[in-house]
């Protein structure tokens, strides 16, 4: 079993910078893949980015250039530095991490750019 616990979301401006953060209880051995999703209000969840074993990444187009993943090994932490939000940001960010195959979810952090 795993746990996450995300922090860091909140209201910005257009323009303004947010970082998350999610850490996953237990050892980090047989996690494959950690990352984060997001659900707009009406919409279905999807990817923002994932950072796999041996530090592959894969963001969707929307936030290139203007989000980073980052993964501290030691703290079983994922980050993720947005930079650059605009309005059509707005979604609940859900951490996600996938271990062993399974996939766990963290309760979602809210995040609201004003515009």
């Known amino acids: 079993q795993v746990q996450l616990v995300e922090s860091g979301g909140g209201l910005v401006q257009a323009g303004g910078s947010l970082r998350l953060s999610c850490t996953a209880s237990?050892?980090?051995?047989?996690?494959?893949?950690m990352g984060w999703y997001r659900q707009a209000p009406g919409k279905q969840r999807e990817l923002v980015v994932v950072?796999?074993?041996?530090?592959?990444?894969n963001y969707a187009d929307s936030v290139k250039a203007r989000f980073t993943i980052s993964r501290d090994y030691d703290k079983n932490t994922v980050y993720l530095q947005m930079n650059s939000l605009k309005p059509e940001d707005t979604a609940v960010y859900y951490c996600n991490v996938n271990k062993l195959g399974m996939n766990y979810w963290g309760q979602g952090t809210q995040v609201t750019v004003s515009s």
């Open positions: 950072v796999r074993s041996g530090g592959r990444t």
């Open positions: 237990g050892r980090a051995f047989g996690i494959n893949a």
